[in-house]
């Protein structure tokens, strides 16, 4: 079986990759887990993976006559983890869309992929993820801005013809059942979880590893763990599955 | 008016200060009953009533002149205090917290009582935090509950969506 998530959030600052490993590492106790870092702009997942000295990346993988995906896949925390480097130069000359083929191909070895999207939808290589994705995660805080912009990559999402998994409120503070209960009139899927903000997760952040592993008994953590509890990744053939990434959604350039 | 609420803490204390602080950093709902050391002497029933509303002291009652609010914190006299501490189910005090004539400024119990003005700013603070939370969450549900404004943000991001397939080479993507 395998199936692909976004995680997806439209606006930085909501704690989406914090909740992508966090996921990752959850889903890990039961499947074979590979968490990519789709927001080749911006890296940001090797900082939380404790990748950041790492030579090899994404960025190696996307640049014409790149290296093998396998060249930047690292094993951390129990996942596979594709982080994307930091170097604008690299940045400017990767080439978005053989993340396709870098997904066909990490598809064919693994239970559920995770792609860390980036916080935009402004561009094609911003909104590939969530195309490429069976599934959305939505990640929200409980804020104007951050629920208008969730709003809008579920549009997105289900426009381009991916479901939505559901939303995970993080960076809550205070009792948000209203909140809650008045957001999912609007959103596909369940509400995932509801996650406290707290010290631990930049604790976590400032020690260059996920939350899952920095304070796995948190309220935070525990929060996550629910959310991959209720993701419950759905049955797909590798082969057909990696077969869709390579065709189905861009068309070849002419 | 105020129910029985279970038993945390009951101690003869010096200073009201460590108290208030774990009131505070446990944000406790519930109340104290502060008696001087002299009272209990005494009748036993002159004593002071304070109850804390997510750690915030928030109301003071004395028994014993059946004063409230700011008096009652002047009528509670100096330690050496019995101290109780219960915890209360937050709705239990949600009626008693109503009463304006009972109510006290936030940090007033930790710098009249306790004399610690570090402590009553700290109060301040959660409190400011904490209104700053309700006012946000009250501003998420009212965006919310305008599904006109809801909708126009669905609507434009799906039109966006559809104008853009084409650009980027997603129309085979596109849902029917």
Not at chain 1, 54 to 61: A, G, I, K, N, R
Not at chain 1, 136 to 165: C, R
Not at chain 2, 153 to 175: H, K, N, P, Q
């Amino acid at each position: 079986m395998v199936e692909a998530f976004a995680v997806a959030s439209g606006k930085g600052g909501t704690g989406k990759t914090t909740s992508t490993m966090a996921l990752g590492m959850a889903l890990a106790e039961r499947y074979d887990v590979t968490v990519v870092d789709a927001d080749t702009g911006m890296a940001n997942l090797l900082f939380h993976a404790g990748l950041a000295d790492v030579e090899t990346t994404l960025h190696d993988v996307l640049v014409e006559g790149g290296v093998p995906v396998e060249a930047a896949t690292y094993d951390r925390f129990g996942m596979s983890v594709v982080p994307c480097g930091t170097s604008l130069a690299a940045f400017e000359s990767v080439e978005p869309d053989r993340l396709r083929d870098v997904v066909a191909e990490l598809a064919a070895d693994t239970d559920v992929l995770l792609l860390d999207s980036p916080a935009t939808l402004n561009s094609k290589s911003a909104v590939l993820p969530i195309v490429l994705a069976d599934r959305v995660v939505v990640v929200l805080n409980p804020t104007v801005p951050a629920i208008s912009d969730g709003l809008k990559v579920q549009e997105y999402a289900l426009s381009y013809g991916s479901d939505i998994a559901g939303t995970v409120f993080n960076r809550v503070r205070g009792d948000i059942t209203g909140v809650k209960a008045k957001a999912e009139r609007y959103f596909e899927g369940p509400t995932l979880a509801s996650v406290p903000e707290s010290d631990a997760i930049q604790a976590a952040r400032s020690a260059g590893v996920p939350l899952l592993d920095h304070a796995p008994e948190s309220p935070a953590a525990a929060a996550f763990r629910t959310a991959a509890g209720r993701l419950s990744p759905n049955d797909g053939d590798h082969e057909d599955v990696a077969e869709r990434f390579r065709t189905a959604v861009i068309p070849d350039p002419p | 008016m105020i129910p029985d609420g279970e038993l945390l803490r009951s101690r003869v204390v010096s200073a009201l200060s460590p108290a208030l602080e774990d009131a505070l950093d446990r944000e406790l709902d519930g109340y104290a009953l502060v008696s001087p050391r002299n009272a209990l002497l005494d009748s036993g029933n002159d004593r002071g009533v304070i109850t804390f509303e997510s750690g915030v002291a928030t109301l003071a009652y004395h028994t014993g002149t059946d004063r409230g609010g700011p008096p009652a914190l002047a009528d509670i006299g100096s330690p050496p205090y019995q101290f109780e501490l219960y915890a209360l189910a937050a709705e239990a005090l949600e009626l008693p917290h109503r009463t304006e004539t009972l109510r006290i400024p936030p940090g007033a119990a930790a710098e009249r009582l306790a004399g610690d003005a570090e402590l009553a700013a700290r109060v301040r603070a959660a409190v400011a935090d904490d209104g700053d939370e309700r006012s946000e969450r009250d501003a998420v549900e009212a965006f919310l509950e305008n599904e006109a404004a809801v909708s126009d943000i669905r609507d434009a991001a799906r039109t966006d969506a559809l104008e853009r397939a084409e650009e980027w080479g997603f129309s085979e993507a596109l849902e029917e």
